[in-house]
């Protein structure tokens, strides 16, 4: 199968920080700290910088099927440093004709404006940061919006030209109850999104939340509460539409996020931006994680990579176990070794996975256990 070519654009900029959040992202007040000169106004020129270099000292002529802009939030830029970032790529390596261009958003860090000149760049998909429709809730994530901003920047979104919206959710916080997650999911399917993503809270170290729990001013989150809300999310998104196509993620026909889809199946993608990963055949790459770092490279023209990995055969067998199996399609039967399969005959019996021709799929009870499964069948 031909190796496609994606690009993961890291825009580490946020409002406030998330006492839940440990990815690599930055207040204003923090990098001021810091003594860094990146910032809001300065990042779409070092940004655009490293595509043109990286595109210069390794060449592809694969055209961008995919382009997702993460962080950290990137609507914090302006659209038209957004727009301006994602037309360099296209003049660098070429859009696919059928391109998928993502950005992630705070609902509050957006109006309809925005939205439209986001789209009118060509950008066509946008993926809210909703968490929860309990204020309650939003409060111990510590997240800026409220509940009912989501669904009116949804309506933004449908209202410009977007076809495909996506909100993300949080479950098993230890202040959500069932009727708060039934609610949430309620507003969920009565909005015009085409995409849902659900994760179970992880308290991580270093973060506050994790601070928190070790002064039992919060408790931690429950592993048991987390696989009874599973099924309600999967049941609910189910009878309105929606159809799971990897543990994690739920989309109406055609809704699927194809860059996600992309990481899952191993296939290729360039890191642009502090910390940022990429990935060219079985090569790892990541780029300097502090933006001050980060930006000094780029304007030394130096390589703005901290370091690289080559995966072994086996180590890239594992991978493979580990990412397909997450997905609705399933696993090829081929990449398991004598023992794996043994293993997945005994999944088989207990009801964990089921085989579909040539794949192995998870099925309903399987979901919830997919982590210890991908480690039986390593062996």
């Not at 839940?20 to 779409?44: M, W």
């Not at 429709?133 to 009116?152: F, I, K, M, N, Y």
């Not at 026909?253 to 860059?259: K, N």
Request: charged residues 25%; aromatic residues 8%.
């Amino acid at each position: 199968m031909s190796r496609t070519l994606g690009a993961y654009v890291h825009v580490p900029f946020c409002a406030s920080r998330c006492g839940y959040c440990d990815f690599n992202t930055y207040t204003a007040a923090e990098l001021q700290r810091d003594g860094t000169s990146v910032s809001v106004a300065t990042y779409a020129d070092r940004v655009i910088s490293q595509i043109q270099q990286g595109h210069q000292q390794r060449p592809d002529p694969r055209p961008l099927e995919t382009v997702f802009f993460g962080g950290g939030t990137p609507t914090l830029m302006p659209a038209s440093e957004l727009v301006r970032i994602l037309s360099a790529l296209r003049d660098e390596y070429g859009f696919a004709q059928e391109i998928e261009v993502t950005t992630e958003a705070n609902p509050d860090s957006v109006t309809r404006e925005y939205l439209r000149e986001l789209f009118d760049g060509g950008f066509t998909r946008m993926s809210f940061g909703h968490q929860s429709s309990a204020p309650h809730v939003l409060q111990l994530l510590e997240r800026t919006h409220t509940p009912g901003r989501t669904w009116e920047a949804v309506e933004w979104a449908r209202e410009v030209g977007f076809t495909h919206v996506s909100v993300d959710l949080i479950y098993g916080s230890q202040a959500e109850t069932d009727e708060d997650l039934k609610n949430t999911l309620t507003d969920v399917v009565n909005a015009e999104v085409d995409h849902v993503s659900a994760y179970s809270l992880i308290v991580e170290p270093g973060t506050r939340m994790a601070a928190k729990v070790d002064r039992g001013e919060v408790s931690p989150a429950s592993d048991d509460i987390a696989a009874h809300r599973y099924p309600l999310i999967d049941d609910t998104l189910r009878a309105h539409g929606f159809t799971w196509y990897e543990v994690s993620n739920w989309a109406k026909p055609h809704g699927e996020c194809r860059h996600n889809i992309a990481y899952w199946r191993n296939q290729d993608w360039l890191g642009i931006g502090p910390g940022a990963h990429a990935h060219d055949n079985g090569t790892r790459m990541w780029n300097l994680k502090h933006p001050a770092a980060w930006a000094a490279a780029i304007d030394g023209h130096l390589s703005p990579w901290a370091d690289s990995e080559v995966l072994s055969a086996d180590e890239q067998r594992r991978e493979h176990i580990m990412l397909r199996l997450r997905l609705r399609e399933g696993l090829p039967i081929d990449y398991l070794h004598e023992s794996g399969w043994s293993q997945a005959v005994q999944a088989v019996l207990d009801g964990l996975l089921e085989q579909v021709e040539d794949r192995l799929v998870l099925t309903d009870s399987g979901r919830l256990l997919a982590d210890g499964l991908v480690a039986r069948l390593w062996d």
